[in-house]
């Protein structure tokens, strides 16, 4: 009967419970919101070491490919530029 009876206190004494002999439910809800914020916190910060460097792999792919690929070759573009340009007078 005395084992009986141990068991029955140390079950008991694992809870926390409040003055008037009843669980304290309230701990363990805060408890728990407190569990689930460090979780998400975990989640996010995990999630942010994988987007940073595929945002900077999108950002350099959008570079390429909005880069202009038929740009005028040097000696191209001095010759627009002077048939464009009005005819320029030197001053002595």
Known sequence: MSALIDTHLDSQQRFRRRTNGTIDYDHYRQE??????????????G??????????????????????????????AVAMSRAMSPATTHLK
């Open 32 to 45: 728990a919101m407190m569990l689930r914020q460090a979780t998400r916190t975990e989640f996010v910060r």
């Open 47 to 76: 999630l942010a070491k994988l987007i940073r460097p595929l945002a900077a792999v999108a950002i350099i792919i959008l570079a390429i490919t909005v880069m202009p690929s038929d740009a005028p070759q040097r000696q191209d």
